[in-house]
Every structure is written in C-alpha cells, then in structure tokens.
C-alpha cells in the first residue's frame, strides 16, 4: 500500500513517523520545506510527487478549506493517484463541507473517509489515539483500517460521511464549555476567599467534576503552567465547527452560542498562540483580577 501524508504539523509528523516505522511506503509533504530535514528521502517536494500513485491519502491540516483547496486545486493531483485511491482526512474539518468534498471526490472516482483524532503529541507518537470514523462505505474502511490501527487504539465507527468530524466538534465544545464553567466557578470561589486548589479537590470529588477538572485544572490551571499543548485558537475554532453545523441543523443551543462567544473573545484577548488552558486567565482579566492580585 502506497500512503500520501499530507501536513505535519504538531500532530502530523508523528503520525506520518507512525506510519514509516510500521512499514507503509509513504510520501509525505507539508507547505513547511523545514519539514525535510525530519523526514529526509520519505519528503516529498510538492503535493503532486506525493500523492503520485498513493492508494491512501492521507490530510492532516489546519481545516476543511484547506483541505478542500489541497485535493481539488492541485493540478493533475486527482489523476496521479491510483485509480479508486481513498482520501483520509484526519484534520479537524467542517462536518458539511466534508459531505460536499466527498460528492466532489466521488464524481472522480474516489471515495472519501473522515477520521479526526483526539489526543495530544504523545498520543500521536505512541500510536495511542482516539479515532472519530466517518463513513458508509465498508470496502473504502477496510482499505484505511491498517492505518487507522496503527494510529490509534480506540476505532469508532460514527456513521455516514462526515459523523467523524460531527463528533470531534460536539466533544471539543462540550469539552470547552465546561472548562469555562469550571474556570468560572474557581474565580468565583477565589474572590470569596477559597483557595482554588482546595476547591477544586472538592470539585473533583463531588457532581462537578468532569474530565477537564480532574485533568487540565489540576495539571495545567491551579498549577498555572497553562503548558497543555494544545492552542486556544484551535479549541475556538472547534467550537466554532459545532456551532455551524447547530446552524446548519436549524437547532438552538444557547449554551453551545454563548460558548462560542466565550472562546472567540478569549482567543482575540490572549492571542491565537496561546495555549487553551489559559482562557482561565481570560476569565480572571475580565473579572479585573491580575496576576499580581493572587496570594
């Protein structure tokens, strides 16, 4: 099997690097040329020379224009690859217009599996991630399978063509509300006098608990490392995914707008580099707290 790997970003390259270790001929290209000098031979120059003859490509990039752009804009990338190769996308794109690349990729013959991940780099190195599959075509899963199961340890098959990103965006923004809340809470017990660390073993010990709390706060919050790895803009832009596609279904989701909002103020207050976990400090700033305020 000849795999394409196209983006290696943060979580591209080792995923591309899972890939060559578990003996998949690969080619990979990011827009990045640095990117070379990891790679070495397995580099390729341009997107054309690595899809060339690829059975599986495979996208892993910023977002689902990009996405769409790569595979439909590059000249002669459609008819380079081998006939009936099947598209991997494994970025975190728009759930809709995954639907309309898959019709676009369809009418050249080549179908389209959406498999967006959740986990951090080490995850990714150690082949341990959580994988969202979009899909209702069997023969073009079975073709991805090998790659999805050196990728990951936890395979979920969501449904049709676009469920895989459907779903990464529901958890991302339900995972974004409720650090809001929590973080919402802290600063709420801290201006009352209760420091944050024993509030939130409490927390962690009661209803209110949830991933994040027992996770990320402890780690990353409290501790005030706000080191996750894991860009605030990239968790806004998740959030901004789902409520698209609430729009989309004519929903009305107050909870899910007003999260939205949230994180596109946090994000143009602390800057799109930021790491996620310091929307807390976003929370504090717009409740006039410095950091100079805190014992």
Known sequence: M?????????MGAPMAERLLSGGFETRVFDSNPAASERFGAAYAPTVLEAATGADVVVTMLPDGHIVRK????????????APGAVFLDMSSSGASGTV???RALAAHGHPLVDAPVSGGVPMASAGTLALMVGTDDDAAFARVEPLLLRLGVKIARMGGLGSG?????INNAIAAATLAVTAEGLVMGERFGID??????VI???????????SVFKTQIVSRRFAQGFA???MAKDVGLADGLRDGLGLDLP????????WDAARDALGAGADFTSYFIHVERSNGIKEGDRQ
């Open 2 to 10: 000849k795999v394409a790997f196209i983006g290696l970003g943060n």
């Open 70 to 81: 790569v595979l439909l804009e590059t000249e002669g990338l459609l008819s380079a690859v």
């Open 100 to 102: 309309e690349l898959g």
């Open 165 to 169: 990103h459907a779903t990464k965006a």
């Open 196 to 201: 944050p660390a024993t509030l939130l073993e």
């Open 204 to 214: 962690n010990a009661s209803t209110g608990r949830s991933g994040v709390s027992e």
């Open 232 to 234: 605030l803009a990239l």
């Open 255 to 262: 909870v899910l707008a007003a999260t939205k909002r949230n």
